[in-house]
């Protein structure tokens, strides 16, 4: 059967929008009767979406106002905001070191003891509960002298401190410090407790610098395992507690400088079974250990040495940087190394120690007070000491005095024995290397022993700077504190006997922080003594108190701001996907959210352009500055969602930190204050409908409920002098609440002709909004809620709920889809309540029309459009597909379409928006599909017709479908090996078949294919792939559910659409229909 097939686009001033239209052959499509359509709808729509919104009557009041505009100067903004968050992290600074001098000076006055659980106990984390009230709980205090008290152990109970909640977003106790043991370390082992007695004293500084931070945990992490850390509370995990906090980046960076090591792996003959087991999860351990300031690479060696790493891109015979990406990497294929041959220990170390010399020459000008090199040797014996290699490549003389010199390490040597059946020669031979070398030696005979002895070697590194008191303070990369506790108890005070309640958990959110970290040393005057590591204390700080410093006002609608540090990865930005919240996968963090660079976010149109570059070097090298930049940029987390835009980034470095900051500034929008200097009128305020954006205005006075109190900030700010006053955004709130006053009368008058007309020609519109650039947004529910007592608290309560939904104006997406698009233009997108898919009700879905106001501002001789405001209509799905339909029934005499219509049978319309996605359908189930997927190859002949743009753009954060083939490599199993392999594979393409036809209809399949294969591609590090289309929940879902199918992360680049905006028509025949699989349109 043959078909015909016709695609139109056509926009105006007014609308922006593309029909699409597919008929059967017999029913000839003339493309001018389909732009006659598109024109009509959009004159219709935007008629009716003028006079409902009010906008021609603001815009007037815009005209006749009397103004002034105020221009940012993001270069100078950039800076003081620079140096508000560098006075924040300084007192975090302080306190850290604070905790370091006070845990000094209890260790230098303490004799050890011999404690006992009997006879000692404290506030175990993993045990004890935070309670709300005492209720009729007895306490030990409460009983006379003569009385017994048999209640349960009450150091496991502490009070919850309520204010302190919303800080920590858990159940917090300021009474006492809590403490957490490792897993493999026994809670009640005398040097253990020990430790934890001496450090008890640290509550009383802990308490002291409460004072001064407000959801800042302090801590301090012992050498010995434990973490002692304040405000006490319980400790959440799910399943096993693998956690030790001597394996954290912020232990570990604080505890030694950053180090250079290559590990060397001895995959000889002998290292089989167990063994090999054993030393492969020795390597992981030491690679745990390390943080993105470090380097390293893994050799094996028999009787050749090979780097594992065999990824020349990445490695290169070179040492790579420790990041999460590169351990998985190498962490990949280490499990597929095999033991073969006779161990070459000689050409192993010449090996290692050509690469750190590359890496870090020998200075043979001074003394090194501690060696950052270090060689791990893993291996279970060596029949010498292979003293020549080390007196060659290791050991050199350096002139201290005159008369003297010293022999120093360039590298030392950790050496770890694997099994427990060793001959005492090999077991000598091993250790001496680590002894000769300024390292250390440990005999790993079981699992058990990796836990116990690996992370160790980081207390040797740090030796040398703790006997010369070489204090450094480290600064770590971004980390997740996760607010998610185990369910405690308190006491319901309601009973009239102590019954256990559940109090419910208020934490909902991971919460991302960095941590500033000292280490802690031994300063007694002993040789013995001096130079220990006793551990590392600091303060976490949440990300979320950094960020209040932005002045998010001053950004304008797609500004934005984000921090890095030394290494340019990223701290905080918009697009940093850091938890997966999703059904489909947990919660669980994103593997490399903590190595995520900044040119992954920030990616220019034109890949040959320099300018990212060129701004991460210099905020790596800690410069101040300027660039301007075209990026491509997309819409919350959706790529196919791309808009061009051109970006001024303003950037300062975080002085005494490794971190900086930049904001961004959309070159198109504005960073203009618009005002007039007079005061605000309380009756301007309809508060039940109306939302002020939660900012700054002076000294952290923000908006208030009920509104008259923020009435009065408002105005006590514009005749303030204070120069820690916003002025200029406190009269911008003034003017906006002024200027849209008159709005909600307009918007009921509407309502009311509406329901009276009552007409089918009419869109039905939920809700109106006006949101404005000073923060404020005014809102207008039209079912139901068309006139409301403003003066009567009461009857807003209903409201204040759905105000509390609200994201304040400029971050809202519909603002910002006004901003992107162009002046006066109404920018359409579709929003679907999850019930919908069960349901197929229509009522579920909603059609957002947005529009921005414009005004003129005079600036160095030219003039520029400033974005004021944005109106958005919310409309009825039902009313805008009986519009669609209304319009395709008729035409201009001129033009014949008596037999063809939308909504005819051999005739299917699509609404589509900027980016290709569907606005309206025949079916509704295709709303807000991106049309690729429906039909790629109309898409793409509407690309070739100059209608959309094709833009690639690189999710770097992406998560892919991955089909592990690896299995566990022994003997036993070897044999069958090539048949799991193949039955793997062919369950992998099985289930790739299932679950393409399960989501897609049989008829569009080909499309999926050619699409998925044409459009997205997939890089994934370390499995096989399958590219997967963001948001597949069913997928997902199906993945889970196969044990050799898993979720890793990789890099998925996606060729997204936007429109151009012409008036092209395509009228293309598509022949041989059955091999193209168009279904019936």
Not at 17 to 37: C, D, K, M, R
Request: hydrophobic letters at 40%; charged letters at 20%; aromatic letters at 12%.
């Amino acid at each position: 059967m043959q078909w015909t097939l016709s695609v139109v686009i056509a926009t105006t001033v007014v609308y922006l929008f593309t029909i699409v239209g597919f008929t059967q052959s017999f029913l000839e499509l003339n493309p001018a009767i389909v732009e006659f359509w598109a024109t009509s709808l959009g004159q219709q729509i935007d008629r009716q979406c003028k006079n409902a919104s009010g906008i021609k009557v603001i815009e007037k009041k815009y005209k006749e106002a009397t103004y002034t505009t105020h221009y940012i100067n993001g270069k100078t903004l950039s800076v003081e905001v620079a140096k508000k968050i560098e006075s924040y992290l300084q007192v975090r600074l302080e306190a850290a070191i604070e905790i370091k001098k006070k845990a000094q000076e209890l260790f230098l006055n303490y004799s050890s003891e011999n404690h006992t659980c009997d006879d000692f106990t404290y506030y175990d984390s993993k045990d004890i509960t935070i309670y709300k009230d005492r209720g009729n709980l007895i306490f030990p205090e409460d009983l006379d002298e003569n009385s017994t008290y048999n209640g349960p152990n009450l150091e496991l109970y502490l009070p919850l401190y309520e204010e302190w909640r919303e800080h920590f977003q858990i159940p917090v106790s300021l009474n006492a410090s809590a403490i957490h043991v490792p897993t493999n370390i026994y809670k009640c082992a005398p040097f253990l407790l020990d430790n934890i007695s001496w450090t008890g004293k640290l509550d009383e500084v802990f308490s002291k610098n409460q004072g001064n931070m407000k959801s800042a945990w302090q801590f301090f992490a012992s050498s010995a395992g434990f973490l002692r850390f304040y405000p006490a509370s319980a400790w959440y995990n799910e399943g096993m507690d693998m956690f030790d906090a001597r394996l954290t980046e912020w232990y570990t960076s604080a505890a030694a400088p950053p180090k250079n090591i290559i590990i060397l792996l001895d995959n000889s003959g002998s290292m089989t079974g167990l063994r090999m087991e054993i030393a492969k999860t020795t390597v992981k351990k030491i690679m745990e250990s390390l943080n993105e300031n470090d380097f390293f690479n893994l050799i094996t060696f028999n009787n050749d040495s090979r780097f594992v790493d065999c990824d020349c891109q990445h490695s290169n015979g070179s040492l790579i940087q420790a990041t999460s990406k590169n351990i998985r990497r190498v962490t990949k294929s280490l499990m597929e190394v095999q033991s073969i041959q006779i161990a070459n220990f000689t050409k192993a170390f010449q090996l290692a120690f050509d690469v750190l010399q590359k890496h870090s020459p020998i200075n043979r000008s001074r003394i090194n007070l501690g060696s950052n090199n270090a060689i791990m040797l893993i291996t279970d014996g060596a029949s010498e000491t292979y003293v020549e290699v080390f007196d060659s490549y290791n050991w050199y003389n350096v002139t201290v005095d005159k008369d003297q010199t010293a022999q120093l390490r360039y590298a030392r040597i950790f050496s770890y024995l694997i099994g427990q059946e060793v001959t005492l020669a090999n077991k000598n031979h091993v250790k001496w290397m680590g002894c000769a070398n300024k390292g250390y030696f440990y005999h790993i005979g079981t699992m058990a022993d990796v836990h116990d002895y690996v992370q160790d070697y980081v207390r040797v590194m740090a030796r040398p700077l703790a006997v010369h008191n070489i204090s450094h303070n480290s600064w770590s990369g971004v980390h997740l504190n996760i607010p998610l506790p185990k369910e405690n108890f308190g006491f319901n005070t309601n009973s009239r006997t102590t019954e256990w309640i559940r109090l419910p958990s208020t934490a909902t959110k991971p919460v991302l922080s960095i941590s500033v970290s000292t280490p802690v040393y031994d300063q007694r005057d002993d040789e013995i003594n001096n130079g220990n590591l006793l551990g590392v204390a600091g303060v976490h700080i949440n990300l979320d108190e950094i960020l209040a410093f932005i002045p998010r006002s001053k950004l304008g609608a797609l500004g934005y701001a984000f921090i890095i540090n030394n290494n340019g990865f990223v701290l905080s930005h918009p697009d940093l996907k850091p938890w997966n919240f999703s059904s489909f996968g947990g919660n669980t963090p994103m593997n490399d959210y903590k190595n995520v660079d900044i040119l992954f976010l920030e990616q220019e149109y034109n890949s040959s352009d320099e300018q990212l570059p060129q701004l991460r070097r210099a905020m790596i090298n800690g410069e101040t500055g300027h660039v301007q930049a075209t990026v491509k940029k997309f819409y919350g987390q959706q790529l196919h969602r791309v808009y061009i835009q051109t970006q001024n980034y303003y950037y300062a470095p975080i002085l005494n930190t490794p971190y900086s900051i930049a904001l961004v500034i959309a070159e198109h929008t504005n960073n203009h204050y618009i005002y007039q200097t007079k005061s605000l009128d309380p009756q301007s305020f309809l508060w039940c409908s109306m939302v002020i954006a939660d900012w700054d205005y002076c000294n952290n006075q923000r908006k208030t409920t009920p509104f008259f109190k923020f009435v009065d900030i408002i105005n006590n700010v514009l005749k303030s002098s204070d120069p820690l006053c916003n002025k200029n955004l406190a009269a911008s709130v003034a003017f906006d609440v002024n200027i849209t006053r008159g709005v909600h009368a307009i918007w009921n008058d509407y309502n009311k002709e509406i329901l009276i007309a009552n007409s089918q020609k009419n869109l039905d519109f939920n809700m109106a909004m006006v949101g404005t650039r000073a923060g404020v947004t005014r809102f207008q529910d039209f079912n139901g809620q068309a006139e409301l007592d403003q003066s009567n608290d009461e009857s807003c309560l209903s409201l204040q709920k759905l105000i509390d939904l609200f994201t304040p104006s400029i971050d809202t997406e519909y603002y910002k889809k006004a901003a992107v698009n162009r002046k006066n233009v109404w920018a359409f997108s579709s929003t679907i309540h999850p019930d919908f898919e069960d349901t197929l009700n229509t009522s579920y879905i909603s059609v957002a029309a947005s529009r921005g106001i414009y005004i003129q501002e005079h600036h160095r001789n030219s003039k520029k459009d400033i974005l004021a405001s944005v109106f958005t209509l919310h409309m009825k799905y039902d009313s805008l597909f009986r519009m669609l339909n209304a319009t395709t029934s008729f035409c201009s005499a001129s033009l014949d379409c008596s037999s063809i219509y939308c909504h005819n049978d051999s005739v299917d319309c699509y609404l589509l928006d900027e980016n290709g996605f569907v606005v309206v359908a025949d079916d509704p189930l295709l709303v807000g599909k991106f049309f690729g997927y429906i039909d790629y190859q109309v898409l793409l002949d509407m690309r070739k017709k100059g209608m959309f743009k094709e833009v690639p753009i690189t999710d770097y954060q992406a998560v892919c479908i991955a089909c592990d083939m690896s299995s566990e490599n022994s003997s036993a199993s070897s044999i069958l090996n090539p048949f799991i392999y193949m039955v793997k594979l062919l369950m992998w393409h099985i289930t790739q078949i299932t679950l393409s036809l399960t989501q897609f209809s049989l008829v569009n399949l080909w499309h999926y294919i050619y699409y998925a294969t044409g459009l997205m591609t997939s890089s994934v590090s370390d499995l096989t792939y399958a590219g997967l289309y963001p948001n597949d929940t069913l997928l997902y879902q199906q993945v889970l559910s196969q044990k050799f199918l898993t979720l890793s992360p990789c890099q998925q680049s996606i060729k997204s659409f936007i429109s151009l905006g012409s008036r092209n028509i395509t009228n293309n025949h598509v022949s041989n229909c059955s091999e193209c699989s168009y279904s019936k349109r």
